[in-house]
């Protein structure tokens, strides 16, 4: 069986703009803090550690961490992990993200830098 036949992803996508609110550099990478709104999850708030690839000129890795809150008051949260691969001010990231509502999600986005905004397509993962 290939890998495109074992990652089964739900038919829904949900697809959202994120404007970054900061990044700050450190001797390990670039943090990155990001919020925009999504149907599913609310207002969402979304904070990225970005690690550059010793060998590789514009790929690294990530962890995250973010969390939304609905209209209702309902609250999800999720550990984010993945990688990056970058050519100037544009960028591709891939992650699986483990969320409290129990449906991991597997997002791939598109980064902006000049225009400060992310855009993030998810769709929930099969179980």
């Known amino acids: ?3 495109a036949d074992q990652l089964k992803l739900e038919e829904e996508t949900q697809t959202f703009e994120l404007k970054i609110t900061s990044m700050t550099s450190t001797s390990d990478g670039v943090q990155v803090n990001a919020t925009g709104t999504v149907q599913r999850y609310g207002k969402v708030f979304l904070t990225y550690n970005f690690t550059n690839n010793p060998t590789q000129e514009g790929n690294g890795s990530f962890i995250g961490f973010g969390w939304g809150i609905t209209e209702d008051g309902v609250r999800a949260q999720g550990e984010r992990r993945g990688v990056f691969v ?6 591709t990231v891939y992650s699986l993200d483990d969320v409290s509502d129990g449906y991991p999600n597997f997002c791939i986005e598109k980064w902006d830098l000049t225009k400060e905004a992310i855009t993030l397509q998810f769709a929930r993962m099969q179980k």
Request: without cysteine.
């Open 1 to 3: 069986m290939s890998l």
């Open 86 to 91: 970058s050519d100037g001010l544009t960028g």
